[in-house]
T-cell receptor, first 113, second 116 residues
């Protein structure tokens, strides 16, 4: 069985500051891991995905995430926050043989001017 | 390329009334998903279709929810009768079966349902 825990329902950073959104997963099989972003009144958009090819994954809009098996983590980072990054971010896990995505509860990123 | 289309975007109904949501997936995507997203939570899978076959409906409350995907393209999700607790966003997603196991799911904008 798979599960995802996102620490911090809200994260607030200043514009230009480092963004760090935390995600820990539990999986009995090698996982596929995803980060999605959701802007208000919109659907989810894929930021990046880990598929075992490389532990450091680069995504769109300057985001990246590092898969750490020993820590069962897949934290999302961005060196410098922009106002346009304000949104809800979801981490998700999927087992190798399953199409079912298991989502975390989400982290709302607030960017202060 | 057009994305996943859902309608209506918003729906307000009174409890005990029926309601239906429609989804048009990305052209060529054989897998279609319906998710339920409650306020402040991540989406939860309700049902998954491979072409016209519902291959995973274990999380669909079958006493009041039903879904269909005729001809393996568009899909409708119905609730009858609606309850107050059904107020949520209903998301549709689609994906294409490829050699890669990490088949990306593309999401529509969702239908926000409010039951009064």
């Amino acid at each position: 069985a798979q599960s995802v825990t996102q620490l911090g329902s809200h994260v607030s950073v200043s514009e230009g500051a480092l963004v760090l959104l935390r995600c820990n997963y539990s999986s009995s099989v090698p996982p596929y891991l995803f980060w999605y972003v959701q802007y208000p009144n919109q659907g989810l958009q894929l930021l990046l995905k880990y598929t075992s090819a490389a532990t450091l994954v680069k995504g769109i809009n300057g985001f990246e995430a590092e898969f750490k098996k020993s820590e069962t983590s897949f934290h999302l980072t961005k060196p410098s926050a922009h106002m346009s990054d304000a949104a809800e971010y979801f981490c998700a896990v999927r087992g190798d043989s399953s199409y079912k995505l298991i989502f975390g509860s989400g982290t709302r990123l607030l960017v202060r001017p | 390329e057009a994305g996943v289309v859902q309608s209506p975007r918003y729906k307000i109904i009174e409890k005990k009334q029926p309601v239906a949501f429609w989804c048009n997936p990305i052209s060529g995507h054989n897998t279609l998903y319906w998710y339920l997203q409650n306020l402040g939570q991540g989406p939860e899978l309700l049902i998954r279709y491979e072409n016209e076959e519902a291959v995973d409906d274990s999380q669909l409350p079958k006493d009041r929810f039903s879904a269909e995907r005729l001809k393996g393209v568009d899909s409708t999700l119905k609730i009858q009768p609606a309850e107050l607790g059904d107020s949520a966003v209903y998301l549709c997603a689609s994906s294409q079966r490829t050699q890669s196991s990490a088949n990306e799911q593309f999401f529509g904008p969702g239908t926000r349902l409010t039951v009064l």
